[in-house]
């Protein structure tokens, strides 16, 4: 974690600015978290966990990793890179907050993107990414030591209000005020959400009956002075063709908790299967 990146973060305890020192964030009230030695802070307190260890669990982690090196969802990770790229076109993103990154794919693939498509600038971007997940925060480290990676929550970024160009939250869960709190006048929120097809062959085994629920409109950003300036469909199709790549898929996502027993094993039982992706990407920008 460089100087730079500290220099935005806030103590989850008091909210006080945070300081770097050798291998530790402190702040003024003598709150200090340790920076572990795979590079990344743990500003989650255990008062605002809702149980001993939130979020993905270890075996979450590496099968998404797992399915997303294969590159299957490469398609919606270059439709973001695109998006943000067309954003800094008119104005400069320098701080960029992934809020759920996982694993660290997307803002990965992002940052290359810029880096490449944008060099000028790449070496003032500042990155965070935030996950409540551990075992996540713990894989990403591994990814991209320029990141400032955190374990954290997305109701409590522990980053300065009004310090932010650039939130991006895929498949996550968005806390809608305390996105627009963090961000500075005219910066975006680019979410991503699923479809009403995404994934519809494999749920058709899963479920005796599917509903086809249309994404979030994310109408409350709108209530908080926001305004949606582009929206994007991205769909396709992609083949998994072992059993290995079907479980990878199904422990990664929501399915695997919420369908029973004999759901998730006729989708268990599944050597090959083609899959429709389909996603909705959403761009707001902060205009108050």
């Excluded at 969802?73 to 960029?96: C, D, F, G, M, R």
């Excluded at 409540?132 to 209000?161: C, F, H, M, T, Y």
């Excluded at 479980?247 to 899959?275: C, F, W």
């Amino acid at each position: 974690m460089t100087p730079e990146q500290a220099d935005n973060l806030i103590c989850p305890l008091c909210q006080m600015p945070l300081n770097l020192a050798q291998r530790q964030l402190t702040c003024n009230n003598r709150h200090s978290f340790d920076i572990a030695r795979q590079g990344y802070v743990n500003l989650l307190p255990v008062q605002h966990k809702k149980s001993r260890s939130p979020g993905d669990s270890k075996l979450m982690v590496q099968a998404r990793k797992s399915f997303l090196q294969a590159g299957f969802y490469q398609p919606i990770a270059k439709a973001l890179s695109e998006s943000v790229i067309e954003l800094a076109k008119a104005s400069p993103v320098h701080t960029i907050l992934d809020a759920g990154s996982g694993e660290g794919y997307y803002l990965d693939n992002l940052l290359l993107s810029l880096a490449e498509f944008m060099p000028d600038n790449s070496a003032t971007r500042v990155s965070y990414g935030v996950d409540i997940s551990k075992d996540a925060v713990l894989e990403a480290a591994k990814r991209n030591k320029q990141v400032s990676w955190i374990v954290g929550s997305n109701a409590r970024l522990p980053v300065k209000d009004h310090s932010l160009d650039l939130i991006i939250c895929l498949f996550g869960f968005p806390c809608y005020e305390e996105f627009t709190r963090k961000l500075r006048t005219g910066g975006h929120i680019l979410i991503v959400d699923s479809g009403a097809d995404h994934l519809i062959e494999l749920r058709e085994v899963i479920y005796p009956e599917v509903k086809k629920s249309p994404p979030p409109q994310h109408t409350e950003l709108l209530a908080l002075g926001c305004k949606e300036v582009s929206q994007r469909s991205v769909r396709f199709t992609i083949s998994l063709d072992t059993a290995e790549t079907i479980h990878n898929l199904l422990v990664m996502t929501p399915h695997m908790y919420k369908a029973s027993q004999a759901g998730r094993d006729a989708a268990e039982s599944l050597e090959s299967i083609e899959l429709t992706v389909d996603v909705v990407l959403r761009v707001f920008a902060c205009i108050d």
